[in-house]
């Protein structure tokens, strides 16, 4: 999980992170130093850990699940912000998904989060905007 450290993955569980998808990322990953930013990206990629390297000639933040191999590598690149993401989950466009809906709701804080865990998935909601930001699985 973002939201608490962990150990990261062992390197030969990684997927392939050379390969996948580059486009410009709307949001870069210095969104990923704010707890809160984190808490609220966690229930867009619940099962993804982050991970920082050293990547040719940038450093890399890479948001991983290794169990089901997809990725989203993230670095800055001519003042312009990169995502590479590869796998059957395209973890930085659920990301900038629920960003997004937290932003346009306000950027409400923690105290004004209600979280749901139903046998069918997670949700969150800002009490504050009645809007929910909701991940199912």
Do not use: Y
Not at 35 to 49: D, G, I, K, L, S
Not at 85 to 112: C, I, K, M, N, S
């Amino acid at each position: 999980m973002l939201a608490r450290p962990q150990l990261a993955p062992p390197l030969d569980l990684l997927p392939d992170i050379s390969g996948g998808t580059e486009r410009e990322a709307v949001v870069g990953a210095d969104v990923l130093t704010d707890w809160t930013t984190r808490f609220v990206t966690q229930f867009a990629v619940p099962t993804a850990q982050l991970v920082k390297l050293r990547s040719g000639r940038h450093d890399e933040e890479i948001l991983v699940d290794a169990e089901i191999g997809s990725f989203a590598a993230l670095h800055e690149e001519d003042s312009r912000r990169v995502v590479r993401q590869g796998g059957p989950d395209a973890f930085w466009d659920a990301v900038e998904d629920h960003l997004g809906r937290w932003h346009a709701a306000g950027t409400p804080t923690l105290e004004e989060a209600a979280v749901r865990v139903p046998p069918q998935g997670r949700s969150i909601h800002w009490r504050r905007a009645q809007k929910g930001v909701t991940h199912h699985g």
